[in-house]
């Protein structure tokens, strides 16, 4: 089955499209990766949706404009990648969306929000779309995320020692494949640092880590910042920018005096390498497997291997492209929904079961013809 996965992270910069081909061979899932298209929000869009996100107050009009207009750029980017990465034709599409809102009241969450309207996918490419991936997870108990642990653990499941799989979006989660699973959000990755370098400098990350190797770290903001209650709580747990946006970091420099804007990089930067560190610490990983767009900064990436004291690798090393994990693992997801089988590990989620996840919008063809017997799968291979 050829599957294309659609996602745009807390970071919000591009929507990311990886296509696959899936196939289930035994108590194996086979994924061969096809390609990966990566194309940025317009200027217009992205400013919508960041004026939008917590802290900020929004109407719902705005909710419905935005509804249309990510789902018209995911149908878009949906396009291209029919044509460009199948040759014309694919079987299913499973479509993310863009993150809005998070609910989380005392550590359970009851409700989360991903805008992105899926008929407009369905209408632009006449194939069906799995779509609202996270609300049957929390409707059972879990927390929604994070999601791309089913991937995690059936592919990592067999290495030696404990692996962990890290991903370093707006906010970073990890996945410890041993025994009994586990996964959660750790804390913010990239969300605090971009927020300090776009509103004292305009631009939209702190490129190649400049500003973070320039800068000392303040050990009062950081200790201020280390307090926050989220890190002690037990896993799962799952976060957001509900939370960690410029405003918090606003009420942690209350009382200090200025401190300069290298400095102030620096400083979230090692904030996000040393709750990661704390996480794989706790938990005994013996290797940390990295994806997303935090490893592009090669001075989180070192900070982060002086934390954690374990091989640190990239999921391009194994045969899985970094920048396409999360979009891979979104096309896992639909795959299994259009299967009939759980697309969580309860464990990892702290959900009551395993869910068949989303909501399908049919095609021109109809939802694709699948076996009516199959069993779920126990490991994942990339070819």
């Given at each position: 089955?050829?599957?294309?996965?659609?996602?745009?992270?807390?970071?919000?910069?591009?929507?990311?499209?990886?296509?696959?081909?899936?196939?289930?061979?035994?108590?194996?899932?086979?994924?061969?990766?096809?390609?990966?298209?990566?194309?940025?929000?317009?200027d217009?869009?992205?400013?919508?949706?960041?004026?939008?996100?917590?802290?900020?107050?929004?109407?719902?009009?705005?909710?419905?404009?935005?509804?249309t207009?990510?789902?018209?750029?995911?149908?878009?980017?949906?396009?291209?990648?029919?044509?460009?990465?199948?040759?014309?034709?694919?079987?299913?599409?499973?479509?993310?969306?863009?993150?809005m809102?998070?609910?989380v009241?005392?550590?359970?969450?009851?409700?989360?929000?991903?805008?992105?309207?899926?008929?407009?996918?369905?209408?632009?490419?006449?194939?069906?779309?799995?779509?609202?991936?996270?609300?049957?997870?929390?409707?059972?108990?879990?927390q929604?995320?994070?999601?791309?642990?089913?991937?995690?653990?059936?592919?990592?499941?067999?290495r030696?020692?404990v692996?962990?799989?890290?991903?370093?979006?707006?906010?970073?989660?990890?996945?410890?494949?041993?025994?009994?699973?586990?996964?959660?959000?750790?804390?913010?990755?990239?969300?605090?640092?971009?927020?300090?370098?776009?509103?004292?400098?305009?631009?939209?990350f702190?490129?190649?880590?400049?500003?973070?190797?320039?800068?000392?770290?303040?050990?009062?903001?950081?200790?201020?910042?280390?307090?926050?209650?989220?890190?002690?709580?037990?896993?799962?747990?799952?976060?957001?920018?509900?939370?960690?946006?410029?405003?918090?970091?606003?009420?942690?420099?209350?009382?200090?005096?200025?401190?300069?804007?290298?400095?102030?990089?620096?400083?979230?930067?090692?904030?996000?390498?040393?709750?990661?560190?704390?996480a794989?610490?706790?938990?005994?990983?013996?290797?940390?497997?990295?994806?997303?767009?935090?490893?592009?900064?090669?001075?989180?990436?070192?900070?982060?291997?002086?934390?954690v004291?374990?091989?640190v690798?990239?999921?391009?090393?194994?045969?899985?492209?970094?920048?396409?994990k999360e979009?891979?693992?979104?096309?896992?997801?639909?795959?299994?929904?259009?299967?009939?089988?759980?697309?969580?590990?309860?464990?990892?989620?702290?959900?009551?079961?395993?869910?068949?996840?989303?909501s399908?919008?049919?095609?021109?063809?109809g939802?694709?013809?699948?076996?009516?017997?199959?069993r779920?799968?126990?490991?994942?291979v990339?070819?």
């Amino acid at each position: 089955m050829r599957v294309i996965g659609l996602m745009s992270g807390t970071s919000y910069d591009a929507i990311d499209a990886a296509a696959a081909d899936l196939r289930l061979d035994g108590d194996q899932l086979v994924l061969t990766p096809l390609g990966l298209l990566s194309h940025p929000y317009s200027d217009e869009l992205r400013a919508a949706i960041a004026s939008s996100l917590p802290p900020a107050s929004t109407t719902m009009e705005q909710v419905c404009r935005l509804d249309t207009g990510i789902g018209q750029a995911f149908a878009d980017v949906a396009r291209q990648a029919v044509e460009q990465l199948c040759g014309g034709y694919a079987d299913l599409i499973v479509s993310h969306g863009q993150t809005m809102f998070h609910w989380v009241d005392g550590g359970s969450v009851r409700g989360t929000l991903q805008l992105g309207q899926p008929a407009w996918i369905a209408e632009a490419t006449g194939i069906s779309v799995v779509s609202d991936l996270r609300s049957r997870d929390v409707a059972a108990g879990g927390q929604g995320a994070p999601l791309v642990s089913i991937l995690d653990v059936l592919w990592l499941r067999g290495r030696s020692g404990v692996p962990i799989a890290l991903n370093l979006g707006g906010i970073a989660n990890i996945t410890v494949v041993h025994g009994d699973p586990v996964a959660f959000d750790t804390g913010p990755a990239n969300a605090l640092i971009d927020a300090v370098v776009a509103e004292l400098t305009g631009r939209a990350f702190d490129a190649d880590g400049v500003m973070a190797a320039r800068g000392r770290v303040n050990e009062e903001l950081l200790g201020r910042l280390l307090a926050e209650p989220y890190y002690g709580r037990p896993a799962p747990k799952s976060t957001g920018k509900e939370l960690f946006n410029l405003a918090y970091l606003a009420r942690a420099l209350e009382g200090l005096p200025d401190i300069p804007a290298d400095d102030l990089v620096a400083t979230v930067t090692t904030l996000t390498a040393r709750t990661v560190g704390d996480a794989v610490r706790r938990y005994g990983g013996t290797e940390v497997i990295a994806s997303g767009g935090g490893i592009r900064n090669p001075v989180l990436m070192h900070l982060l291997a002086s934390e954690v004291g374990v091989p640190v690798r990239t999921t391009d090393e194994l045969g899985l492209p970094s920048a396409a994990k999360e979009a891979y693992a979104f096309a896992v997801l639909g795959f299994l929904t259009a299967h009939g089988l759980g697309g969580t590990v309860p464990s990892c989620t702290g959900a009551g079961h395993s869910s068949v996840l989303g909501s399908v919008t049919p095609g021109l063809r109809g939802l694709p013809v699948v076996p009516g017997d199959v069993r779920p799968p126990v490991r994942l291979v990339v070819r």
